[in-house]
């Protein structure tokens, strides 16, 4: 049975976490970054649509992460101690198969341009005023990914919506810069991985295995 998510319900959650940690947090910050995101090959397999043939075909994916609508993240982190912080973070990653691949698979149109939605609950740590106002830090997460499934089939079976595609993981690094005692600048590397199992019109399936590499480039307000 599919199952369809709303991707306003996902950033509502989040929102309503930072509002119910920023009530209580002696440290909450939010962070908004967009950047530069790629997606290395991976090997889609399921079910084409219409026939029930298997689908077996290696994808090398595409980012363009500058292109509508565009690669972009929220996060929001409660620092429990000066190191240490829990927190939740909404991911807008996407990939596009180029034109060879999709053909060769048999599809018009696939891809996950509205996201591949990648939501965590992180732990944070960092190193306060390391190098004079530049704070280092590290972090993971787990989660889900919630993909926009956007998958056309040359038999003429149409896909677009948000489904829950499995489990997702995240890792990132990076420091910031305080500009005020509100305000900083972040940069960072992240790593996310998830395990997308998608069903399409026609009784077919995609299962994949998607990987991203970002480099990110935010702002933090702190409260």
């Known amino acids: 049975m599919k199952t369809n998510i709303s991707a306003a319900a996902a950033i509502a959650a989040l929102s309503l976490f930072c509002t119910t940690s920023s009530a209580t947090a002696q440290d909450f910050e939010f962070s908004l970054y967009s950047g530069w995101q790629t997606s290395p090959h991976s090997r ?43 927190g939740a973070e909404f991911t807008h990653t996407k990939v596009y198969a180029p034109d060879d691949d999709k053909d060769d698979a048999g599809f018009d149109r696939l891809e996950f341009t509205d996201g591949l939605n990648i939501v965590t609950a992180n732990a944070l740590y960092r190193w306060p005023d390391r190098f004079n106002s530049l704070t280092p830090y590290v972090g993971g997460g787990v989660g889900l990914s919630l993909p926009h499934v956007d998958v056309d089939s040359s038999n003429g079976f149409d896909t677009y919506e948000l489904q829950i595609g499995g489990p997702a993981m995240r890792l990132m690094a990076g420091a910031s810069y305080d500009i005020t005692e509100r305000v900083s600048l972040f940069g960072e590397y992240q790593f996310t991985a998830s395990h997308n199992e998608v069903e399409l019109e026609g009784d077919g399936s995609i299962e994949s295995n998607i990987k991203t590499n970002a480099v990110n480039f935010g702002l933090t307000l702190k409260f």
């Open 44 to 86: 889609i397999n399921g079910d084409y649509p219409g026939t029930g043939e298997d689908i077996d075909a290696l994808i090398g994916w595409e980012g363009r992460s500058f292109e509508m609508p565009i690669y972009y993240g929220i996060r929001g982190t409660w620092w429990r101690t000066d190191r240490l912080g829990f």
